[in-house]
T-cell receptor, first 114, second 114 residues
Framework: DTAVSQTPKYLVTQMGNDKSIKCEQN?????MYWYKQDSKKFLKIMFS???????INETVPNRFSPKSPDKAHLNLHINSLELGDSAVYFC?????????????FGPGTRLTVL | AQSVSQHNHHVILSEAASLELGCNYS??????LFWYVQYPGQHLQLLLK??????LVKGIKGFEAEFIKSKFSFNLRKPSVQWSDTAEYFC????????????FGRGTSLIVHP
């Protein structure tokens, strides 16, 4: 059973398009995250939700909008895609969002903007 | 703001060699420290973590890390690496800055030759 799953795994699209990445966790965790990993492998947090409530919103363009319909899902919608959005996007979850929590990662979505 | 430095970006070893990967962080208060590993084609997963107690932490697959507060370091070690240890290794810090923001280093790519 996959603990944290993301779809799609690969996404290739043109500049200016709008796209979404879906994330689901079946671990019963309260907290979910989105990370962006750039070409230099830096893994930077974008958003965090705890029980469907936004708790971390790092300096991210407002073209990026997370949506959490329930605590098992955290989707990422990106409007007006730009070349610089090309990266690997990782979803993760943790039990309670505590700073001692282990994070459980999804397989990543490789987004390529042409 | 907290930051994490992993000075070794690429490490190449032969099997049975000893491994030490450096991790330094910048935050003066209490921190929780993690090492995550990403094997080829797999998810990031926890290798080990420290949040209190014995500063020498043992993780899975024979890995260990030592928290040295005075040096702001949390180096990862393994006495004898195997080919199957080939992976990306990420150091991460969680500091209790209100809603904590997990900060990752840029990762170290380890290649072990059989």
């Amino acid at each position: 059973d996959t603990a944290v799953s993301q779809t799609p795994k690969y996404l290739v699209t043109q500049m200016g398009n709008d796209k979404s990445i879906k994330c689901e966790q079946n671990l019963g965790h309260d907290t979910m995250y989105w990370y962006k990993q750039d070409s230099k492998k830096f893994l930077k947090i974008m958003f965090s939700y705890n029980n469907k409530e936004l708790i971390i919103n790092e300096t991210v363009p407002n073209r990026f909008s997370p949506k959490s319909p329930d605590k098992a899902h955290l989707n990422l919608h990106i409007n007006s895609l730009e070349l610089g959005d090309s990266a690997v996007y990782f979803c993760a979850s943790s039990p309670q969002g505590l700073n001692t929590d282990t994070q459980y990662f999804g397989p990543g979505t490789r987004l390529t903007v042409l | 703001a907290q930051s994490v430095s992993q000075h070794n970006h690429h490490v190449i070893l032969s099997e049975a060699a000893s491994l030490e990967l450096g991790c330094n962080y910048s935050y003066g208060g209490t921190v929780n420290l993690f090492w995550y590993v990403q094997y080829p084609g797999q998810h990031l997963q926890l290798l080990l973590k420290y949040f209190s107690g014995d500063p020498l932490v043992k993780g899975i697959k024979g890995f260990e890390a030592e928290f040295i507060k005075s040096k702001f370091s949390f180096n990862l070690r393994k006495p004898s690496v195997q080919w199957s240890d080939t992976a990306e290794y990420f150091c991460a810090v969680n500091a209790p800055l209100g809603s904590y923001i997990p900060t990752f280093g840029r990762g170290t790519s380890l290649i072990v030759h059989p």
